[in-house]
């Protein structure tokens, strides 16, 4: 049978001469060249773990040394092996000990009696794959709640039955003004306004169903002072400590909003303003222009500084009849980017 030539580094914490030879045997069957290291003691592992130099791919621990015993072995050598898999061996069958130890965070529970150089082999293999897998997977939950905390919009997890706050980011946190504990003892009703709590309660059967088809709405919430604020949120579903829940990403509007209304009042002003030039003001000006014109028409009886000043006076009303109609195509300018706005 051909042997697993990869330079696998194991510790064996095994107190029992025979047992390590073994075990040595039997690895010897399927391992080309194990790298080997032992000790007989808790105190000797454990220095021998806390050594610079120290790198294993996995440790066998026998779960009766001199020294220490049972499930305080357990967590004081699984502290030691960090990401190390840790596999206990024991000459003792009991259910309920081989339970708790895999609780504990021991990757296998191994009877001594019934060991075999298949079963160690494939243990050592399952054992390393599954670290690296769990480790992959610790780091990609990781990577997610970083996004989550780290966002800088306010983000949260509710229930989707209960409407319990299930997790909040620091965002949420700082922009509402509750601690973490307050709002994890809220619920979703908590930050609606009473008379949108109806609404609320359509949109939530629609959640539900999965007929949910906008994921974009704009709410209002309120703060723990007190203040109304104008959100537009985004919702997807999610599973999450295997309940149904909804992911919730919150954009503050409530400025943005306040300053569109600025500026469509500022609009409605300047077009008010326009209308008054181009309807009321242009009116004495046209009847100043006919006026002009009258007197233009008597003008070859006139001095010429009368015709002078005529003329004057004339160019003056053009070019103020030139700059109303100026603002009064401004102003239809701003009323078709409004209307196309809407």
Do not use: C
């Not at 709002?183 to 539900?208: A, N, T, V, Y």
């Not at 002009?292 to 500084?305: D, F, K, M, T, Y």
Request: proline content about 4%; glycine content about 4%.
């Amino acid at each position: 049978m051909r042997k697993d030539n990869k330079p696998y580094h194991i510790l064996i914490i095994e107190d029992n001469v025979g047992d390590y030879i073994l075990i040595e045997e039997y690895l010897a069957e399927n391992f080309l060249e194990p790298n080997l290291s032992r000790t007989e003691t808790f105190l000797d592992a454990k220095a021998l773990l806390l050594a610079p130099s120290a790198k294993f791919d996995i440790i066998f621990l026998d779960l009766s040394l001199p020294d220490l015993s049972g499930e305080q072995l357990i967590v004081e050598i699984l502290e030691l092996a960090a990401d190390t898999p840790v596999v206990a061996l024991t000459g003792f069958s009991d259910l309920d000990f081989s339970i708790k130890s895999l609780s504990l965070g021991i990757s296998d529970y191994l009877l001594k009696d019934e060991l075999t150089p298949t079963i160690l082999h494939k243990t050592i293999i399952y054992s390393i794959q599954r670290k690296k897998f769990t480790d992959q997977i610790q780091r990609s939950e990781k990577r997610y709640s970083d996004l989550f905390q780290l966002s800088p919009l306010p983000m949260w997890v509710f229930d989707l039955e209960t409407l319990a706050f299930l997790s909040i980011n620091k965002a949420a946190i700082n922009h509402y003004g509750y601690s973490e504990e307050e709002f994890l003892s809220m619920g979703l009703m908590d930050i609606r306004p009473p008379e949108e709590i109806p609404e609320m309660q359509k949109e939530l059967e629609s959640m539900r169903s999965g007929h949910y088809t906008n994921p974009k709405r704009i709410f209002r919430h309120r703060k723990k002072s007190g203040e109304p604020i104008t959100v537009e949120i985004t919702v997807s579903r999610l599973v999450f400590n295997d309940r149904e829940t909804m992911l919730v990403l919150v954009n503050d509007v409530t400025d943005r909003n306040r300053h569109m209304e600025t500026i469509e009042k500022q609009n409605q002003t300047l077009m008010e303003i326009a209308w008054i030039q181009s309807h009321v003001v242009r009116a004495p000006l046209a009847r100043l222009l006919g006026l002009v014109n009258l007197l233009e028409a008597e003008a070859p009886g006139q001095s010429a500084e009368v015709q002078e000043l005529l003329g004057l006076i004339k160019d003056s009303a053009w070019e103020l009849d030139g700059i109303v109609r100026d603002i009064s195509k401004k102003s239809e300018k701003i009323e078709r980017l409004d209307k196309d706005e809407r």
